[in-house]
């Protein structure tokens, strides 16, 4: 009876260890993939201050590649740069926050990441408040979608991201001059 009731208690106790290092492993990989994202997100923000249109690119996710297509995306973005750079904008600063729980789609996940970003132009210095939205396929690449053209156009979101539940509360997103003349 001893040998019963001991044998069950340290099969019980395998099967809790079994569960809680399964579980451990989990939120590892967990913190482990939100890691690999937040190191993605840091440099697709070096490729806009380095005025890199490739990276960017190659950081964008699919959807909206696949909406304008790949040569009219690049051709975009490397007019954005440049008309950025003549008019001497400069992204001085980018900072990321915390990022929100992720959100299961249909064959992808979602996760928002806070961002204010600091930058100048002329004689004037401002602060924008935004985030970008990470989407991981089920290639299993964390790429990125600048979330101020989403959280103001939500015909876009919906045509781009049909699984993204339409309650998604987004950060908010908002400028704000910090000094320099009007």
Do not use: C
Not at 73 to 94: I, N, P, R, W
């Amino acid at each position: 009876i001893v040998n019963n009731t001991l044998m069950r208690t340290l099969k019980l106790l395998v099967i809790w260890l079994l569960l809680s290092f399964g579980l451990t492993a989990h939120a590892q990989s967990t913190s482990a993939d939100e890691e690999v994202m937040m190191k993605r997100a840091h440099e697709i923000g070096v490729f806009v201050q380095q005025n890199n249109a490739q990276g960017v690119v190659d950081y964008t996710d699919d959807a909206i590649k696949n909406l304008v297509g790949y040569k009219t995306f690049y051709a975009m973005t490397s007019a954005a740069m440049q008309a950025l750079t003549e008019d001497g904008t400069v992204v001085k600063e980018l900072q990321f926050e915390k990022p929100w729980p992720e959100i299961q789609g249909q064959n992808r996940v979602f996760r928002l990441i806070p961002k204010v970003q600091t930058m100048s132009m002329s004689n004037h210095t401002g602060r924008m408040n935004g985030f970008f939205l990470a989407v991981k396929n089920s290639d299993g690449v964390w790429k990125f979608v600048e979330g101020s053209g989403l959280a103001k156009n939500p015909k876009l979101t919906e045509l781009l991201y049909p699984d993204l539940p339409k309650d998604t509360k987004f950060p908010e997103v908002k400028l704000e001059i910090i000094d320099g003349s009007e």
